[in-house]
């Protein structure tokens, strides 16, 4: 029960809805991670259709924050960043978490209003030599959402602000920022 309210987010940092899905980003600072969710909905029966859900590095969410707000992901990822993770489920299981995010605008530029696109999927896992999550078979839940640019900056703006506010407010717990720079 304790581990389960460590790892429960604590409060949305942001809310992004398509006419098909929701984006919901959550502060989880407190363990170093944001977790983003992406859970799908039909408009017509008002029913939720689908959900998977990552975990985010600070450090990571800081980068992607930069490289969108600059307008430089798909120069510096090649159009393609993925986080591999995962834990162990309280029945013993392990969960593979899968969150990509692409710069790609489609055959023919078909998806050029949307270039960004967000997948999250989450399935059976196993542990690798050494002790990380790696996918163990076909995802149980796979969410995909497409997002301007716009729209993908303002969100990663909105990230990158409250990472920041947070350190200011916690920054008398640790001494210090902390920081991978060496």
């Not at 984006?23 to 998977?52: C, M």
């Not at 590095?57 to 930069?66: I, S």
């Not at 899968?98 to 489609?106: F, R, Y």
């Amino acid at each position: 029960m304790e581990r389960e309210r460590v790892n429960r987010p604590s409060s949305e940092i942001y809310v992004y809805a398509t006419n098909k899905n929701f984006l919901n980003i959550y502060d989880a600072l407190r363990i170093d991670k944001i977790k983003v969710e992406v859970t799908g909905y039909d408009p017509e029966t008002r029913r939720q259709t689908g959900h998977a859900s990552a975990w985010l590095d600070r450090a990571d969410a800081r980068l992607l924050t930069h490289l969108v707000a600059h307008r430089q992901f798909a120069a510096v990822t090649g159009g393609k960043w993925e986080k591999f993770g995962g834990s162990q489920r309280e029945d013993g299981s392990i969960e593979s978490r899968t969150l990509v995010v692409e710069w790609d605008e489609g055959d023919g530029g078909r998806f050029a209003r949307n270039p960004y696109r967000l997948t999250i999927s989450n399935g059976p896992g196993k542990k690798t030599s050494l002790g990380a999550v790696a996918p163990a078979g076909k995802a149980t839940s796979l969410l995909s959402m497409r997002l301007t640019e716009p729209d993908m900056i303002k969100i990663m703006l909105a990230v990158g602000a409250y990472i920041s506010a947070y350190e200011t407010a916690h920054h008398h717990r640790s001494g210090q920022l902390k920081s991978n720079i060496f």
